[in-house]
């Protein structure tokens, strides 16, 4: 008993937890790499995908063949290749022929496979499939020694590393995954075109990127769509790998009687589904976000026709999309991730000249590989020929030798110095293949084999004749999918987007002029037209008049809080002027504990002051106080019992700051930074209490204040209340406000 414990402990391996846990991660990690993420810059495909391929050829499913069950082609995958369940295989054979997924499908599905709806395919054990002639090209030749093979999970069979692929299968139909630390994101793009930059390369080798895109305009999305982004981007996203394109949909106008007309969409972006984007239109226009949008249809068949109807026949249709474009998935973005493996096995991110140099290279390993089989079976078959020549000169002796010797073979090799596989060949030859005819025959055969021998030595030492091998094959893949065939006619098109100098938010709004009212206690509302005078403006009880700020609908409205944030709020969406309003922390998110301290029309050309009441403050420009969010914007850093207490527009060359201990500091206004956000600059010292008021004024008019009866004084020898800023100030002049207010009724 004592030795079997001993036997168990020494079974133990003692190791730190955090090399343990490294070590099995990072195993983990280059498995999902290479085993599920990234695909082969080879072949352009992950190994399941791969698996799905070479298992179908297994099952005779070529294109000219009939159709099996998917269930059959999933169990031998499962079975044979890829124990790693029967789901993810499935998902991986629909994906590879769906026509709205995959540019150029390699499987040829019959079934119901899914539609653009992001409807799900049928059970395996109803659909069917073959390969189609582009999944075939990708097998081309493997029986023919043109690629490496190794031992399958269960070491019972064997499987291709990688495919031949006659066909530009990476960059063609493109590929997403997701690893460890890593993905991968490539667009899918036109055949034709990518021979055509092929042949370029292979004419002139380290061709600039930018001379292979004059063949390769851009991608080529199965769903078509219109590609909008600048050529420029487009090149540096190919010269680095990485980048992106933005596209939109295909639309048109449709006229209607009556003067009316409608926006029919034929062509969605890459990877949307139509009824969520039907479902995403629907809820902009339930939510009000899109006013000009009346209803929103689809009237698809086999073809996408998905109808907008306006609200009326004087909107703009160009605005009307642009402004679709950017609330809706109508316009999306591909993000591209050229991270591939390379041909020995390493994950990196390759511009496209390496993607295609790397397959042109794999082209030509292939075709050596093919050539030198060939090259093999010639040599093999030649010796078998020469040994039956030497029988028909010396007929009447191998006849002897074969009825009399007791061990033929050996003497047939000993008599006329032939190889075993030669005397082989001999042995077993028909008594009819002694005619004469049949010595032509061979003699023929023989001398055309030799001349082929000779045909191809010259191949495999000719790299001339090697490249111009391949520069056929590239070109009759280019007749295949040229772009006047109809498979392979470019569908993605390129545009410029539109230059609209109009602020789409407000575009399809009608402008009036309106009066906003803001009351002490929060309530909003828009009056119609230009209120000078609030007399007539009717509260709740106990409720009075706090800002009165005219605009127009098509205006965007301040609001500055204590908090240190602006809010900004649509003066086409406050409510109208019957009643009271409503409370305007229902439109933003402002806490119960702090109220507003400005109201304005926001002015992009305008610069603002916010200071604070521990006597912080800052310049900022009004544009960069646009909030874009009901959560509004934090410029104003404040915290404790801090708070934001005053924001003015920045006028003048002078800034004069009061205490609440009724001092007074003038200094420059050009001693006060500019910010984008913080908590800014000492405006003023204190010894006791905070700020007050400020004011901005221009040196040349001098300073003036309102006094409690509403007349405005100067402050003579204003001058003597200068000094920097962050001083602690001089007393206010005899007769200034009791409030400590320099104007309490200003306006920004």
Not at 37 to 61: E, F, N, S, T
Request: net charge negative; aromatic share 6%; with cysteine.
């Amino acid at each position: 008993m004592t030795d079997e414990i001993k036997d168990d402990e020494s079974n133990i391996v003692i190791e730190n937890i955090d090399d343990a846990l490294s070590s099995r991660y990072l195993a983990y990690a280059l498995s999902t790499i290479t085993q599920r993420a990234l695909p082969d810059v080879r072949d352009g495909l992950k190994p399941v995908h791969r698996r799905i391929l070479y298992a179908m050829r297994q099952l005779k499913l070529s294109p000219e063949n009939a159709f099996k069950k998917c269930a059959r082609i999933v169990g031998d995958v499962m079975g044979q290749y890829h124990p790693h369940g029967d789901a993810s295989i499935y998902d991986a054979l629909v994906k590879l022929s769906q026509t709205f997924a995959t540019r150029y499908p390699l499987v040829n599905g019959q079934g119901n496979f899914g539609n653009i709806d992001g409807d799900s395919p049928a059970a395996m054990r109803y659909t069917e499939a073959k390969m189609t002639f582009a999944g075939n090209a990708l097998l081309e030749g493997i029986t023919e020694d043109s690629v490496d093979f190794r031992a399958t999970y269960n070491e019972e069979d064997e499987e291709p590393v990688v495919l031949p692929a006659a066909f530009p299968n990476l960059l063609a139909n493109g590929s997403t995954g997701i690893a460890v630390g890593m993905a991968t994101s490539i667009p899918p793009h036109n055949v034709a075109e990518l021979c055509g930059a092929m042949l370029h390369l292979i004419k002139t080798p380290g061709a600039s990127i930018k001379t292979l895109m004059k063949h390769v305009q851009g991608p080529d999305f199965p769903t078509g769509g219109i590609i909008i982004e600048p050529h420029d981007a487009m090149l540096e996203a190919y010269a680095t790998g990485r980048g992106g394109f933005k596209m939109r949909a295909r639309w048109s106008v449709e006229k209607l009687d009556r003067g009316m007309w409608q926006i029919v969409i034929t062509e969605i972006p890459y990877q949307v589904q139509k009824s969520r984007l039907i479902e995403k239109l629907a809820d902009i226009i339930e939510g009000k976000k899109a006013p000009f949008l009346s209803d929103v249809r689809d009237e698809s068949a086999e073809d996408i026709r998905v109808v907008l109807e306006p609200k009326s026949k004087n909107i703009d249709p160009e605005l009307m999309m642009e402004s679709l474009f950017k609330l809706s998935d109508l316009e999306s973005r591909f993000s591209m991730n050229l991270n591939v493996l390379d041909a020995t096995g390493v994950p990196r991110v390759m511009n496209l000249r390496e993607c295609l140099q790397a397959f042109l290279d794999h082209r030509r390993i292939v075709l050596q590989r093919r050539t030198q089989t060939r090259v093999d079976k010639i040599v093999a078959r030649m010796e078998i020929l020469a040994g039956l020549l030497i029988a028909y000169l010396n007929i009447d002796e191998v006849i002897r030798i074969v009825r009399f010797e007791d061990h033929p073979k050996e003497a047939l090799m000993s008599a006329f110095d032939l190889s075993e596989r030669q005397a082989e060949a001999i042995l077993n030859m028909r008594l009819r293949a002694l005619n004469k005819l049949q010595e032509v025959e061979i003699r023929g055969e023989h001398d055309a084999l030799a001349a082929e021998l000779a045909d191809l030595n010259d191949l495999m030492g000719s790299d001339d004749r090697q490249w111009a091998a391949i520069s056929d094959q590239v070109k009759e893949t280019r007749e295949t999918y040229g772009l006047k065939t109809e498979f392979g006619a470019r569908r993605s098109t390129f545009a410029d987007a539109p230059v609209i100098d109009v602020d789409l938010s407000t575009a399809f709004v009608t402008k009036e002029p309106i009066t906003v009212v803001l009351s002490k206690k929060g309530w909003i509302r828009a009056l119609k037209g230009k209120i000078e005078d609030p007399k007539g403006i009717k509260f709740k009880d106990g409720d009075e008049l706090a800002y009165l700020v005219p605009g127009e609908t098509t205006d965007k409205f301040i609001l500055a809080a204590s908090n240190g944030k602006f809010y900004t709020l649509g003066g086409d969406t406050l409510p109208g002027g019957r009643g009271n309003g409503e409370p305007v922390r229902l439109m933003i998110d402002l806490e119960n504990d702090h109220t507003p301290i400005g109201l304005f029309v926001y002015n992009p050309e305008r610069t603002l002051i916010v200071a604070s009441t521990a006597g912080y403050g800052f310049q900022v420009k009004e544009s960069d106080v646009l909030a874009s969010t009901r959560g509004g914007k934090q410029v104003l850093n404040v915290k404790g019992d801090t708070e934001a207490v005053r924001v003015i527009a920045a006028r003048g060359d002078k800034i004069a700051t009061i205490g609440e201990n009724r001092k007074i500091l003038v200094f420059d206004l050009a001693d006060l930074p500019t910010m984008t956000r913080g908590k800014g600059v000492k405006l003023q010292n204190y010894k006791d209490g905070g700020l007050a008021d400020l004011t901005t004024f221009d040196a040349a008019e001098g300073l003036s204040f309102i006094d409690s009866a509403g007349r405005t004084n100067s402050v003579s020898e204003w001058e003597i209340l200068q000094g920097k800023r962050a001083g602690a100030g001089r007393m206010a002049p005899r007769g200034f406000s009791r409030k400590n207010e320099f104007d309490p009724g200003r306006k920004l």
